[in-house]
Structure formats: C-alpha cells, structure tokens
C-alpha cells in the first residue's frame, strides 16, 4: 500500500498512481478512456483489494518507512 491508515478496528489503503489521461481519452475515446481507467483507477484497487486479502489472511508483515513493524488490530472490522 502507498498509505495504510489504522482508525481503531478499521484500515484504510490508500493506492496512488500516476497515469494521466491521455489524449485520446480527453477528446472522448471510449476505447481509450477504457484503457486509461483500467491504468490508473483498476490497477490501483486492485492493488489494494489484493493489499487487504494479504492483511486478513495473517500471513503478512508491515513496515512503516522506517523499516518498524506496524502493529495491526487484534480484530479488523473493515477494511476500505
């Protein structure tokens, strides 16, 4: 995850992508709005879909950007 925010029982990720529209896309292209959403906005929940199956399986462990285990809620009530 590019951000994970812990809020009690609750997690949030947060996926961030750098893909801009192309051209094509702004002029109105179907096909290529298509491709642009599945770029930037599907591959990024994605990532993060996959991100949260990783969390409540357990079998992962987090790090903060200073290399520190995140410690995670006994119980996770939802994750967004």
Not at 27 to 35: L, V, Y
Not at 47 to 58: E, F, P, R
């Amino acid at each position: 995850a590019d951000v994970l925010v812990i809020f009690g029982d609750r997690i949030i990720i947060l996926q961030a992508k750098a893909k801009k529209l192309t051209l094509a896309s702004r002029k109105g292209s179907d096909g290529q709005i298509r491709t642009d959403f599945a770029a930037a906005i599907q591959k990024a929940s994605n990532q993060g879909a996959d991100c949260a199956t990783a969390i409540l399986s357990g079998k992962c462990r987090l790090e903060d950007d200073r290399g520190q285990s995140v410690q995670l809620p006994e119980k996770i009530r939802e994750i967004y």
